[in-house]
């Protein structure tokens, strides 16, 4: 027991999690959903999460109508893949068909896309914190990555979730879903699947955007290091971050370059060059929003030696499911609203969606605010 | 951890990030001058020359005299206490001869390692009492950056998780003082060449302090624009069998910092440890055209590997001082090149050669 204990407290010698030819397999697929001009939808909201959605367009939330929608989506032109690199499936989506009885991952692959799978099971409560939680579904998790793997998936992603109050997000909260984060990416790669790492932050709150920055550096710092101490292959790995911003309910505006130049200092602080890509969520932006930000942040005079692209939930299908309201006849008004910002936010991450009136590079230029300040 | 007690105005993280590129501005790097009155003890030992503190300030003056192209090269010189304060044959204070090349003044602020007890012989770094107002002092003399050397070994036993933490706890704590006196913080945690395990396990074993280094730069809200890294290049143990080479060692070292380093430290300026003139400047040039996408300066900060020919040329004699001056320009140009990628080589390596050695970036 003495030894195994001191053989702990040594980390001098190297039992590679990896060979070589599964870094290159898991860095291959980290490449491919973060070329150039591509980014991910996000297309695994829960059950719950789609109650929500289609409740707001009057749509009965059964199983049915979940597949339908998901099909308007998935059978868009091929030439989406310009604009999408990998699409995130929940479970449920995962083993439903297309009309013509085809499963929705190969739909999808075969449009050249990489299929990724939700991996988490939600929340649950830290005792003792005000009301911060954790993530669970490390249980069978190995089991279930190789069953995904088996059925098409080539990515995961789990969800772990920080708050910002007076009191938090707490040392332990920052801890303890950094070391989830870390040990399902871990998992995930032993499988073959790239893990998208995601650490969001929520916007809800008065806070500023300095305070917004300060708390994702902080735990931005933390994830790195927890997957260090996981021996995690950062080369075969995906970020998923909240973009710095102030909080809902804060009175004060920020522009798309501020926003930009704090998220940019923040990741650049923290994230190391070896991170092929890091997939911004929207939060509560609204579809707009989330292009300009995105497009702002690729523009942005600070070194990026990441891809910067999108994992986009909301902000790509709010029009698409407007258009939808439930009906098959509104196919086509559905995926041109879909292609439209699929392909606008494939220009934001190459830093090309510019909104006209606003095209003047030295005018844009002016109004980043140098990192010193940040 | 939730709110910000800023540590620096905008105007001192202004200064901070300005001084530090202008260290590794494109092409240059740093001449570590810092040796201690031991360690020179050593080197002039090795020519015959006695260990006093005229003959320190003569062989220094040598460095210094160095014409201006040295402006092209050297974007900071590491002052040892003793040296700060003494001057050239005509009085000029050598803070002066250095600032008035444009080159920026640094000086060594550790008080050396003391062991960790209950260790296999490993070590801390002493040197924070007092350290505010040391640097406060340097500072008003002229000084813009400091450094702080932390030696960690490979062996057996070694690293220990004490000695990592330990470690990158107190760079922090310097670096946090440092920045607090407008001085740059050159961060320096050394792993010893010594020893024979191979290229990976040096590799591992950087990634793993160079991660907790960063880590505890962060708890200790260091500013990472306004510092500078001063680490060992991954290699094999001096005595490992297996011979690598400079494209394989340029592979590993760089791959080691992308997982670690993050984008926003402006530079990482190399220590030579033992390697020799050449070797250094051929690792440093073979680093600087590695395939893989560097964010920040790779340059040097080279003692023995920039002054070695220099000594050798003076053997403390007044009239070798010309040619050893240019014995230490000519080290500076080569590594000012190697800092650029562009440097060619004295020897005969052919660019196939070295070219099918690259092993791709997934096997390390």
């Not at chain 1, 091929?78 to 013509?100: P, R, W």
């Not at chain 2, 060992?232 to 494209?247: D, L």
């Amino acid at each position: 027991l003495l030894n195994c204990l001191w053989a702990l407290t040594i980390m001098t010698h190297q039992f590679p999690a990896l060979t070589p030819e599964q870094k290159k397999a898991l860095s291959g697929i980290a490449q491919r959903i973060v070329a150039p001009g591509k980014g991910i939808l996000a297309a695994d909201e829960s059950v719950g999460t789609m109650g929500s959605r289609l409740q707001r367009i009057k749509v009965e939330n059964t199983e049915e109508n979940r597949r339908a929608f998901r099909e308007i989506l998935f059978s868009s032109d091929a030439s989406i893949n310009q604009s999408i690199g990998g699409v995130i499936f929940f479970h449920e989506t995962l083993y439903q068909k297309d009309s013509s009885g085809k499963p929705f991952p190969d739909v999808i692959k075969d449009k050249g896309i990489v299929v990724g799978i939700k991996l988490d099971k939600g929340t649950a409560p830290l005792a003792g914190t005000n009301g911060e939680t954790t993530i669970q579904g490390l249980d069978g998790l190995a089991e279930r990555c190789a069953q995904y793997k088996k059925d098409g998936a080539d990515f995961g992603k789990w969800r772990a979730v920080l708050k910002i109050t007076d009191t938090t997000p707490s040392t332990l909260a920052i801890q303890e879903n950094a070391n989830t984060l870390a040990r399902y990416a871990s998992i995930c790669q032993q499988h073959g699947l790239v893990p998208i790492v995601e650490p969001e932050i929520l916007p809800d709150g008065d806070h500023d955007l300095q305070r917004c920055q300060y708390v994702t550096e902080k735990v931005l710092a933390a994830v790195y290091k927890a997957l260090n101490d996981h021996h995690v292959y950062l080369e075969g790995t995906l970020l998923k971050p909240n973009m710095v911003t102030a909080g809902h309910s804060c009175p004060k505006k920020y522009t798309p370059q501020e926003v930009a130049m704090a998220t940019v200092t923040a990741l650049h602080r923290t994230v190391p060059a070896a991170v092929p890509g890091i997939c911004f969520l929207s939060g509560g932006q609204s579809e707009e929003e989330a292009s300009l930000n995105l497009s702002a942040i690729n523009q942005c005079p600070l070194p990026k030696p990441w891809k910067l692209t999108f994992s986009y939930g909301r902000a790509l299908q709010a029009s698409a499911l407007a258009a939808w309201s439930g009906k098959p006849e509104n196919k086509k008004a559905t995926q041109e609203a879909f292609c439209k910002r699929a392909q606008i936010n494939g220009l934001a991450s190459k830093g090309q969606y510019i909104v006209s009136g606003k095209s003047d590079a030295a005018a844009k230029q002016s109004l980043f605010t140098a990192s010193y300040t940040y | 951890m939730t709110h910000q007690y800023p540590a620096l105005s905008a105007e001192q993280k202004k200064e901070l990030s300005d001084i530090a590129l202008r260290i590794v501005a494109p092409g240059k790097g740093i001449l570590a001058a810092d040796e201690s009155v031991g360690s020179m003890a050593k080197r002039l030992n090795q020519i015959g020359v006695e260990n006093t503190e005229e003959n320190r300030r003569l062989y220094r003056q040598i460095l210094f005299s160095a014409d201006n192209r040295v402006k092209k090269c050297i974007g900071g010189v590491i002052f040892f206490h003793e040296t700060m304060y003494q001057q050239g044959d005509d009085g000029t204070p050598f803070v002066r001869m250095i600032k008035d090349k444009g080159i920026v003044v640094g000086i060594k602020v550790d008080k050396g390692v003391v062991p960790l007890a209950g260790t296999d012989g490993e070590t801390t770094t002493q040197g924070l009492d007092g350290l505010s107002e040391r640097c406060a002092q340097y500072k008003k003399d002229g000084a813009d950056f400091a450094k702080w050397r932390c030696v960690l070994k490979i062996s057996e036993n070694t690293p220990s998780a004490l000695a990592i933490m330990e470690n990158a706890n107190v760079l922090a704590r310097y670096a946090s003082i440092c920045q607090q006196n407008g001085i740059v913080p050159i961060v320096e945690p050394e792993i010893l060449p010594d020893g024979d395990h191979d290229l990976k396990r040096c590799q591992y074993v950087t990634e793993k302090v160079l991660a907790a280094v960063y880590k505890a730069l962060s708890d200790h809200h260091i500013y990472l624009e306004g510092t500078l890294l001063k680490p060992n290049m991954v290699t094999p143990g001096h005595a490992c069998p297996t011979k690598y080479s400079a494209e394989e060692i340029a592979m590993a070292t760089v791959t080691a910092l992308r997982r670690t380093v993050p984008p926003a430290v402006p530079g990482v300026t190399f220590l030579s440890g033992g390697q020799s003139e050449e070797e250094a400047s051929i690792n440093l040039n073979a680093i600087n055209n590695c395939p893989l996408a560097r964010p920040w300066a790779l340059t040097f900060s080279y003692g023995r590997a920039l002054q070695a020919s220099a000594l050798n040329a003076w053997r403390g004699q007044r009239e070798n001082e010309s040619s050893a001056t240019d014995a230490f320009m000519k080290r500076a140009e080569v590594n000012s090149l190697a800092a650029l990628g562009k440097y060619e080589g004295s020897g005969d390596d052919s660019d196939a050669a070295g070219q099918s050695l690259y092993v791709a970036n997934h096997a390390y």
